[in-house]
């Protein structure tokens, strides 16, 4: 392993946000939303015109049973995620924190497919493999080389293994641009192949292109 980062997860592209709408088989739209104080507020005065106390541009979706989705920017690079139903049941929280994992892992799948493109753009295979905590690509003629990412709650785990030398920041570029605030801090811990000078064909062509 060439090295190890570690930083929060964010919400961070408007066309990757659209894509895994679409992953999960939903039609995204634009749309003005308002937040409310209270649901009573929310049924009450938006029916008079009341705007809610701040209003946000979002993406949106709408599941078949009837749950909103809504990936509010709250300032420039910066989204959220928030999913409501008109009329509330029992269940519908654990429903909604399964479709919050479900549209966090659809927005880094598609993180993965930018970096996969950019790999193969090069002329190098690369593949991904899902695992129970994320993802993995593997790319080289063996599929030697790979990236795992992994993510817990809002915490992402990304490894790069068997490549040697710098070119495995380039690698991840992609994924932490996509996948963390400009403002967020990388922790990154260093492994001795990083400050070996690779010979290896796939990995000069990898530096060159990159």
């Known amino acids: 392993m060439s090295h190890c980062t570690k930083f929060e997860f964010s919400y961070v592209n408007e066309e990757a946000i659209a894509k895994a709408f679409g992953k999960m088989g939903l039609s995204p739209t634009t749309s003005l939303v308002s937040t409310f104080a209270s649901d009573f ?34 300032e420039a690079g910066s989204y959220k995620l928030l999913i409501e139903r008109e009329n509330i049941s029992v269940n519908d929280e654990a429903i909604m924190d399964d479709l919050a994992l479900s549209f966090q892992k659809a927005y880094i799948s598609v993180a993965i497919d930018e970096t996969i493109k950019r790999i193969e753009a090069s002329g190098v295979p690369a593949r991904v493999k899902e695992t129970l905590q994320g993802f993995e690509i593997e790319f080289g003629p063996r599929y030697e080389y790979g990236i795992h990412v992994t993510f817990t709650g809002d915490a992402i785990t990304e490894e790069v293994h068997g490549v040697k030398g710098d070119i495995c920041t380039k690698l991840t570029e992609e994924l932490e641009a996509l996948l963390s605030s400009p403002m967020a801090e990388l922790v990154t811990e260093w492994k001795p192949e990083y400050t070996v000078v690779h010979e290896e064909q796939t990995l000069q062509i990898l530096s060159a292109n990159f």
């Open 41 to 74: 507020s929310k049924k009450v005065l938006s029916k008079l015109g009341y705007l809610g106390t701040q209003q946000y541009r979002a993406i949106c979706g709408q599941t078949a049973d009837g749950f909103n989705l809504f990936v509010c920017q709250i």
